[in-house]
Every structure is written in C-alpha cells, then in structure tokens.
C-alpha cells in the first residue's frame, strides 16, 4: 500500500514536472512532422561537424531531448512510425512488427488491406491502410479537436505515410515504383488531379536522364573510405562495391524494377519526398488558413542506404550531407509559407554499421544468414523431437532478417502428442545452445514483464524491452535476444533488436522554443502527446507518453 502511494506520488509529480506551457498567442498553426527512417542519434554525433544546413538548424536552435528512445524491442519501420504518432508502445497499438503470423499461419504485413485497391499502380501492387492498428492517433485527436483541421502524411513508403496518420486523415501519399505517389481506396476513390500530373512529370524527366551518385564533398581522414565487397541481394545485384560514384540509370536505360531499388538507396530519394512535400503544400495550401495543419513526412532513403551500404561509410556521409542541405532550403520554403512553422524530427529506429567495419572498430560483430541458422536449429529440434521437417518451428524473420521471435507452427502442436506447455522447455533448451544466442523467453514471460508506465527507458530490463513490443494476439511463442552486432545476411547494415543502437535516436522540437540539448531520458511515446499539448489539444484515450518541457523562446 505505501509502495502505492509513493509510486503515485511520483507520476503524480513526473506529470507536473513534465508540463509545458507556452502562450495562446505562440502556438504554431502549421508543423511538419520529419521522421528520417533508421536515423541512429550516433549518426548526428559522428557527422553533424560537417552539417551547415537544415539538420544543423534543427539540432543547433531546437529543443534537442539528446537521449530518446524507443522503450520497445522491435525496432522497426511500422511499430516505430505507429508509436510516434499514437504516443502508445506497439503492444497496445497492435503494429507490434513489420510482419507477423496470424492464428492460422498466415504471414501478415503491417500494412495490408485486402478489402481496398490501390489506386493508379500496376497489375499485382496490393492496396495498404491502417487497418491493422488498434485506437487512436495523433490524427485523430487532431480531427476531434477541430474538423477541418487536417494532418498530411507522405512517406518513401506505405509503412511510413500510413503509420504516422490515423483514421480519420484521408490525405496519405506514399511512393510506388512505376508509379511516383499513390494511396489506396481505404483513403480516398482516385487520386488528386495534381498528384497524377506531378507523377507524370516526374516520371517524364527521369526517363532518358543519366544519374550517377557522386560524393558532393572531397574525402576526408575523418571518415572511412574502405571498399568492401558485399552481397548486392538486396537491390537486385550480384554484388556491390561499396564507395561513390554509383552509375544509378544511364541516359537510355529502362525504368524497370532494379533502377527503382538502386533509386530508393539513394540520396535523390529524399530530395523527390521533399519535392512531393513542397508540391503538396502548395496544391493543399497547407500552412495559410486559420485551421491546424500538419504534415509529416517519412524520408526513407536513409534506411535503404543503410541497409544496401552500412552507416559508416562514404555512402551514409554524402546521404547526410545532402539531406542536410536539402532540408535547409526545405525549412526556407516552409518559412515562407508560413514563418511561424514549427518542426519535428525524429526517427523509427536506428541502425549499427555491418560487421567488417565494425570489426576494424574492434566492435565484436558476426555475421549471420537467417535462414541458415534457423535451419541448424530446426534440425535440432527434428532429433531431439523425432518430427519430419516440414512439422517444425517456423520462422519469423523481420524485414532486417533478425529472426527476433520465433513461430511454432500449430501443426507442429496438432501431430504431437506433448502440449505447447511441455514442449516450451525442450525448445528453450535448444534455443539457448544455438549460436550467438543471449537469452530466450516465452511469449508469456515478456508479456507478464510489463514495465512501470514511464520507467527511464536506459534503464529497461530487455525482457521489458520485448514486453512493449509484444502482444497474444499477434507476436511469436518465443522471443530470442542475440549477441549485440550481428549483421543479418549479407548485405549492409539491419536493425531490429533491443539494443542501444536500435533504440537511441533524434527527437528535436523546433520553433517558438527555446534551444536547449535536455540529457534526461525520454521515450518515442513522449513525441505524440507533447505535439498535442503545444497545439492544446489532447488525446482522445490514455497514452503511454508523457508531456515533455518546451520552454517558450520569451523566457530567454
Ligand atoms: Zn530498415
């Protein structure tokens, strides 16, 4: 009972303590929501010396929370955008993957809707909504407050645009190859008119264009400039060089499917967003009347970079370097449009390098191919249990290939005489003695860890990591923590896991606020509920996160 009371009289105070106040006439009419997929905190530190440009402006004049985290495990495009925005941890809003298996072993994707058709995209491409996220959002607090108030989203992709709108926002855009932007009809029944002529441009003036990426700025002691020789699987390629110039499209070269992965993982990717976002707020006139507006946008080429070339190299410098000056003239035409605007940015998630160059770092790090390992554990499973092959666990394997919670398929259970229950330890067992292996737990476990609400998110046990991230409904029978470092297959750089470099990220609030770098620990379910303070409006259910200090920029 005294525990009680003492507990509550922390929140109780945590709440006070965490309040922000800023003046009626202060409060932005118009905010762009920035979310840069797998933008790590530690990229801003290892090449913010080189910045002059809109990602300078925002960590130099804004209110910068140095240690924000995403409290969960599944450190992923869809939980990580779906948390942002709702201000709940992913177990709650049902996006608790990228992917996961239904009850009867169907793979699900996040952003699957079998009911809707997408709209102007070619034969095959499956429409997409949020109709796999449970409550409310941002969005939808936003449309509460005032109906005509509106919330924009565009995203390099579905997952991004869909997961930071909620919904009652019909405007959500989201980048298709072949296509340029699309929707869905969960959304809207056609496109804008404007949006399918700026496809059209857009796609007219890359047709016989050559583009080449280049390094922008010379090479420098300060950062690495090795070469290495990685599998190119993941643009389409046999293998990849890693190192600038790339040749991305001759002159005369088709617009086919491996032009538009080479594209994505590319710097240009963004620029085209940001091309998309200033089009959309001139042809929505976002920013000029008197009603609330916000769009957010999701930059993705930072994660494909990542993903195809690691986060260390010449690639992820130039990328930054351009962003950075892309949304410097970005937050220009923002002020023009409206110079009170206020901006947010943080991330999804962040990202390690791959493991040969963390290992020059002297960073422990291993590769691994997902299905090879999970292969070696499902024939131990097979000899320990005497069952055919095809009767074994199942895997899960995040889009990053970290196979981080493991399916048991329920034929498995159905040929077996031994319950799940009695087999729970055996494969706990078997689980444990596989390579680069840390701890295992059942889904059970880490559902019953549930953290304190608000708890410092350094300081989260890693079965409370995955808690967060797990539901019955939806997460696998059991959850592996590997050895921190493991580059999955065999390309650049995954994510996914509960470590610090999965985890630490940006979250920066910048306009009429004082510029402060705050140390003290917040989480990724801070941003959502802060944004509607400033705006004075509240969410229409209980959150996970709290409301952060913004000190207005008078009290200076
Ligand atoms: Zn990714």
Not at 8 to 18: E, G, K, P
Not at 168 to 189: H, K
Not at 533 to 543: A, R, S, Y
Request: proline residues 5%; aromatic residues 12%; neutral net charge.
């Amino acid at each position: 009972m005294k525990q009680k009371t003492v507990k509550y009289l922390f929140h109780f105070f945590a709440s006070f303590i965490f309040c922000s106040f800023l003046q009626g006439s202060q409060k932005p009419r118009f905010v762009v929501v920035i979310v840069i997929d797998q933008f790590a905190y530690e990229l801003s530190t290892r090449y913010r010396s080189e910045w002059t440009g809109g990602l300078r402006t925002l960590f130099n004049e804004g209110v910068v929370f140095a240690e924000a985290y995403h409290s969960h495990a599944a450190t992923e495009t869809s939980p990580g955008h779906a948390t942002l925005m709702s201000g709940r941890h992913p177990y709650r809003t049902g996006i608790v993957s990228n992917n996961w298996f239904s009850s009867d072993f169907k793979s699900v994707n996040s952003t699957d809707d079998d009911y809707a058709t997408a709209l102007d995209v070619p034969a095959g491409v499956k429409a997409s909504s949020n109709g796999w996220f449970v409550g409310t959002s941002f969005g939808d607090w936003l449309v509460k407050h005032d109906p005509k108030a509106r919330l924009v989203t565009l995203g390099g992709k579905a997952r991004s645009a869909i997961f930071m709108a909620g919904s009652s926002n019909p405007d959500v855009y989201w980048f298709e190859p072949f296509v340029g932007f699309t929707t869905s009809t969960s959304y809207r029944l056609e496109l804008p008119e404007w949006l399918r002529e700026a496809n059209k441009d857009w796609l007219k003036s890359i047709e016989q264009q050559e583009i080449i990426w280049s390094a922008s700025k010379p090479k420098s002691s300060t950062f690495s400039d090795r070469t290495y020789l990685l599998d190119g699987n993941y643009l389409g390629q046999k293998t990849i060089k890693t190192g600038l110039p790339k040749m991305i499209k001759q002159d005369d070269a088709p617009l086919d499917r491996g032009f538009y992965q080479r594209f994505v993982a590319t710097p240009f990717y963004d620029d085209l967003l940001l091309q998309y976002a200033k089009k959309i707020i001139e042809e929505e006139k976002l920013g000029q009347g008197d009603h609330l507006n916000i769009l957010a946008v999701g930059l993705a080429a930072n994660d494909y970079i990542g993903h195809s070339y690691g986060t260390g190299g010449p690639e992820m410098r130039d990328q930054l370097l351009r962003l950075d000056r892309a949304l410097g003239s970005f937050i220009k035409f923002l002020q023009s449009r409206d110079p009170n605007v206020a901006i947010v940015l943080s991330s999804d998630h962040g990202a390690p390098d791959f493991s040969e160059r963390l290992n020059e770092k002297k960073f422990i790090s291993e590769r691994e191919q997902g299905s090879i390992w999970l292969q070696a554990v499902n024939k131990r499973v097979r000899k320990e249990l005497s069952k055919s092959e095809k009767n074994i666990v199942e895997p899960f394997l995040t889009i990053g290939g970290s196979p981080i919670d493991l399916y048991l398929n329920p034929m498995f259970l159905q040929g077996h005489t031994e319950s799940r229950q009695d087999l729970m330890p055996k494969l706990l067992k078997i689980l444990k003695e596989a390579p680069h292996v840390l701890e295992v737990y059942t889904r059970e476990e880490v559902i019953q860890a549930r953290p304190t609400p608000h708890k410092d998110p350094r300081t989260l046990t890693m079965v409370e990591r995955f808690s967060l991230s797990t539901n019955k409904e939806r997460s696998g029978d059991i959850f592996v923590r590997f050895k921190p470092y493991i580059t999955w297959g065999m390309g650049g750089s995954q994510h996914g896991t509960p470590e610090k470099y999965d985890r630490h990220v940006p979250l920066i609030f910048w306009g009429p606020w004082k510029h402060q770098v705050i140390s003290d620990a917040v989480e990724t379910v801070d941003l959502a509920p802060t944004l509607a303070h400033v705006l004075g409006i509240k969410p229409t259910e209980l959150v996970d996160g709290r409301v952060l200090t913004l000190l207005p920029k008078s009290k200076r």
